[in-house]
């Protein structure tokens, strides 16, 4: 089997790609032309994956791209993924989050309507939440043009499906995060945040709505669910979460506690981190997927902070050692 990753340098990507090439894929990913390239998180698989150049903003590299690797799966994982930045970059969020998506679903029905395609969609899309918990019902309410943009992507997927008979689904996943999240996320924020306090490199660690709750699972749970979103027989949309619920604060305890400190004496509340339109309460209900899926979280939230701030704490002891 081919399968082609579109944002394999990124946390999913590289958690997928080591996935595939576990059941035996031959594994592409798409990068974008950049002037400083960073692929330290697929540093290890480097010579066991092929790279790609193509850009979901350019229609036709997209479809010499598909044409050139012959995928019989697509995961489109690209994306601009930080909400607070889409505030920032509305135009370029709604061009790669929503009409990128546009554009490769276009190239897979030129190229061979037989390709399975994924989706990330994502929480976010719920926003000012209908219900609680959320599951593939809940009608969305995206409080944020990162959350609009990913709206429009998942009825462009649901559009193509049932338009063209594609299998193309959308897996809606809440908060995932693992020691190679990006550390504009709060989760990573937080635990790189300890570990430099830690280490004596910072004092301080400003944060913003510490009372906002979210559904944190560990990305590693996650890919292997987008996995079996494109073994099924039929194309179906899922909600991936952990359906338990924690919050900023409580994530902040666990990870200065595991570093021996106490967070109430390093955290500071920074109004500049408050979103203009909030998410309060973000929790999923993943029950469809665990029946139909059969999927299940190995790792707990507790687990999950605890392995972040060893990796941090790892980290920084590394680079004071090499200085």
Not at 70 to 80: G, H
Not at 101 to 125: C, D, G, H, P, W
Not at 210 to 231: S, T
Not at 288 to 297: D, E, M, P, S, V
Request: aromatic share 10%; glycine share 6%; with cysteine.
């Amino acid at each position: 089997m081919n399968a082609l990753i579109t944002g394999i340098t990124g946390q999913d990507g590289s958690y997928l790609a080591e996935l595939l090439l576990e059941k035996g894929y031959k594994v592409f990913g798409m990068v974008r032309r950049s002037s400083t390239e960073k692929f330290e998180r697929i540093s290890h698989i480097r010579d066991k994956i092929q790279l790609r150049q193509a850009d979901l903003l350019d229609q036709l590299s997209l479809i010499r791209l598909i044409e050139d690797c012959q995928p019989d799966e697509i995961y489109n994982l690209a994306a601009q993924s930080f909400v607070p930045t889409s505030w920032e970059q509305p135009m370029l969020t709604g061009e790669f989050n929503a009409l990128g998506v546009t554009k490769m679903l276009e190239a897979i029905r030129l190229v061979n309507k037989k390709i399975k395609f994924y989706q990330a969609s994502s929480s976010e899309m719920f926003g000012k939440v209908k219900e609680v918990p959320q599951n593939e019902k809940t009608p969305f309410y995206p409080r944020s043009p990162y959350g609009v943009a990913k709206v429009y992507a998942h009825w462009i997927t649901v559009n193509y499906r049932e338009s063209y008979e594609m299998f193309a689904v959308s897996g809606i996943l809440f908060n995932h995060e693992s020691p190679r999240r990006g550390l504009e996320f709060v989760s990573r924020k937080i635990t790189d945040g300890v570990a430099k306090i830690k280490s004596g490199l910072a004092k301080k660690l400003f944060l913003g709505n510490l009372d906002a709750k979210r559904d944190w699972g560990y990305a590693g749970d996650y890919v292997k669910a987008i996995w079996l979103m494109l073994q099924q027989k039929e194309p179906e949309d899922f909600v991936i979460a952990t359906g338990k619920n924690h919050s900023v604060r409580e994530l902040a305890q666990i990870a200065f506690e595991r570093a021996g400190l106490d967070y109430k004496k390093f955290v500071e509340v920074d109004p500049k981190f408050v979103r203009p339109a909030e998410v309060d309460v973000l929790l999923g209900d993943s029950s469809y997927a665990r029946k139909k899926l059969g999927w299940i979280t190995e790792v707990s939230f507790v687990e999950l902070i605890k392995m972040m701030v060893d990796a941090d704490l790892e980290r920084y002891k590394q680079i004071l050692k090499d200085k």
